[in-house]
């Protein structure tokens, strides 16, 4: 999912995701490239740490309850939430959710944003259903729809399908972070620590605003105190946790 990552047309890979893991991959291996990407889809993402597959997912995972019950997660990188893709011609009529009365809106057959927005206001809106996302943008270029509602993280995507749209009226807000096994403490450090040292460095806002030149990268709390971040080869031998560490070093990746 653009921005976040892609292939290429080269057949490589980019994005969000794909800059800060060789961000992570340069801070502890001491080499941007030390990292081997797996492509997979949020919706089996848990499965893959579960099993071993990915040590570290990077994408727009969104930090659920029911998530938090299955694999640890850091803070927050970025801020996910459902809004409306418009066309750039409408911006001065559409601007939040109440402007869509008695206007057809695109919607997913398969996610919950059509109940998330009819609940964000009193009167009835009008819904078109589609299977595919793509299907939906395309039905709002051809002026059959005059909005598409979903999280902002796929409309990012449908802004590079249809260019002459714009994202307003974001509704709700949910919080998008790393995720990793659980029960790894050290591991946990390291993340999160490395991650507060990458955003107060001003690499995390280079980054962000690479991939998201129109916003201001949202504030992430950094963790009073001088502690140093602790380094791959402090790494404790764990007998209870899956020892991620070691199997980087090992792999070399």
Do not use: K
Not at 61 to 69: A, G, I, N, S
Not at 199 to 211: K, Q
């Amino acid at each position: 999912i653009p921005p976040f990552g892609y292939i290429t047309d080269e057949g490589g890979v980019a994005g969000f995701g794909v800059d800060m893991g060789h961000e992570l991959a340069r801070r502890w291996l001491g080499n941007p490239q030390a990292v081997e990407f797996q492509q997979i889809r949020t919706d089996t993402a848990i499965e893959h740490l579960q099993a071993g597959n990915v040590d570290i997912v990077i994408t727009n995972l969104v930090h659920t309850q029911e998530r938090e019950e299955l694999v640890d997660f850091t803070l927050p990188f970025f801020i996910d939430g459902h809004a409306l893709l418009i066309r750039t011609s409408d911006a001065v009529s559409i601007t939040e959710p109440g402007d869509l009365q008695g206007r057809p809106i695109a919607a997913l057959s398969w996610t919950d944003a059509a109940d998330v927005l009819q609940a964000s206001v009193p009167f009835t809106l009008t819904f078109r259903t589609f299977d595919r996302f793509d299907a939906a943008v395309a039905a709002l270029g051809q002026g059959e729809v005059d909005a598409v509602t979903e999280l902002r993280s796929r409309l990012f995507w449908g802004n590079r399908l249809l260019p002459e749209t714009t994202i307003v009226g974001q509704h709700t807000s949910a919080s998008v972070a790393f995720a990793f096994p659980e029960d790894n403490a050290f591991f946990a450090d390291l993340v999160n620590l490395t991650f507060q040292e990458i955003v107060s460095d001003g690499t995390y806002a280079e980054i962000y605003t690479r991939w998201f030149p129109l916003e201001y990268p949202p504030t992430v709390e950094h963790w009073p105190g001088s502690g140093s971040v602790p380094s791959l080869a402090e790494t404790p031998q764990t007998f209870n946790a899956p020892d991620t560490i070691a199997a980087i070093q090992q792999r070399g990746y």
